[in-house]
């Protein structure tokens, strides 16, 4: 009989792909499922991005293989923006690495820093995929708290306290998904301090910096992180690219040429199109990304804190990002117990907050991934059927 390999047993699947087929069930038999649970920008690219993938899409010569590396009209757009907005200087030949999405780079950071056996620290609550995929390419998962009351920052004193003898990674996501909690200075340089002090590459997971927030700040600012740190920044979500999978790593030469020789063996380049199409995306203008980025998320925002109220969570006013974060009432046993009625009941689909961590068990989230009318009508269901 053939088995499959053991490490399908060390993780289950992804709850939205087993969720979905859920919801994609009571949608076919007309139950028009109002999904407010996964963080898909829902609005285009701006107009130049989109002109110019169809533009290079016509080029007849423009199909063939890519570099792995990336086009270096990618590369060089990529360090124009983190110039741009965040005051830092990157090398676009060495310092910077195009990603098919930040999944993708968390397997090939994985795989190029962390032998099996070796420990990673990762937050909770946090993204699942840290978890799995360290699990599946045998590392040992060490969990750090993030705590409500310290606005969801690392506790640095419990972190010296840890055996940190066997840690390699030290996986964080500043604006934190799915808490909201803001990027700080502060927390940027005692992880810079804490990376040094105890030979651990940080990597922090940027991808939320434009929405909410109008000071963007990136790990890099701080002197002497691209030494000992990644960031990671993505377009699915400042720039409204989910499914064009475009992202991108930042960090010293060596590590860069580490994470290539992995990467390298795994994938192809993404299609030149796509890629100059990104380039241009990265030149939008301050505008633009006001009206996407903070207006259209900022009139949505005030329905989700309406359904929070509804429901009874609190909620912290300051969060930034494409969610909203809430504790439930105790009368909830915990938080799939009140999405799991809101979903049967209200035809409304949130997100439990267990499937971060078991710090997120007494929490929900509200995805913002959804136009105005939309936010208010599953408001309106809310109100009628809790």
């Known amino acids: 009989m053939i088995e499959p390999a053991k490490r399908l047993g060390l993780v289950s699947e992804y709850y939205f792909s087993r969720k979905l087929k859920e ?11 109002i999904s407010l649970a996964i963080g898909s920008p829902d609005m285009p690219p701006s107009q130049q991005t989109i002109d110019k993938l169809c533009e290079v899409a016509n080029n007849p010569n423009a199909h063939g293989y890519q570099p792995t ?5 990618l590369r060089n757009a990529m360090a124009d923006f983190y110039r741009r907005w965040y005051g830092v200087e990157l090398n676009p030949q060495t310092e910077i690495q195009p990603l098919i999405g930040s999944k993708e780079g ?22 699942p995929t840290y978890t799995s995929l360290s699990k599946i390419l045998g590392a040992e998962i060490v969990n750090y708290d993030l705590m409500e009351d310290n606005g969801w920052q690392p506790d640095f004193e419990a972190l010296e306290k840890m055996d940190l ?3 390699k990674l ?3 996501n500043y604006p934190n998904m ?7 200075m502060e927390t940027y340089e005692r992880l810079v301090a804490f990376a040094r002090k105890h030979n651990i590459v940080v990597v922090n997971d940027n991808p939320y910096s434009f929405i909410l927030n109008e000071k963007p700040l990136s790990l890099l600012q701080v002197p002497g992180a691209k030494d000992c740190c990644i960031e990671f920044n993505s377009m699915s979500k400042s720039h409204n690219m989910p499914g064009w999978r475009v992202g991108m790593l930042a960090t010293n030469a060596q590590f860069v040429q580490w994470i290539l020789k992995i990467k390298s063996n795994i994938d192809s380049g993404t299609f030149r199109g796509i890629q100059l199409a990104a380039a241009e995306a990265y030149r939008n203008s301050e505008q633009w990304h006001r009206e996407a980025n903070i207006e259209t998320y900022s009139r949505r925002r005030k329905y989700a804190e309406q359904i929070m109220e509804v429901l009874g969570c609190k909620y912290d006013p300051n969060q930034v990002g494409m969610f909203l974060w809430g504790k ?3 009368k909830y046993a915990n938080a799939e117990e009140l999405t799991e009625r809101v979903l049967h009941e209200a035809r409304v689909f949130i997100t439990p907050g267990f499937i971060f961590g078991s710090k997120g068990e007494r929490y929900i989230r509200i995805s913002l991934c959804a136009k105005e009318e939309k936010i208010e009508q599953a408001l309106e269901r809310i109100k009628k059927a809790i």
């Open 23 to 33: 919801v994609a069930q009571m949608n076919a038999e007309g139950k028009d499922i």
């Open 69 to 73: 590396m990336g086009t270096p009209e």
């Open 106 to 127: 968390i397997l090939h950071v994985t795989l190029a820093f962390v032998n099996p056996g070796e420990q990673v620290l990762v937050p909770n609550p946090g993204y």
């Open 165 to 167: 003898s066997k840690v």
């Open 170 to 172: 030290m996986w964080t």
């Open 178 to 184: 799915p808490t909201g909690g803001a990027a700080r």
């Open 328 to 330: 439930i009432p105790e």
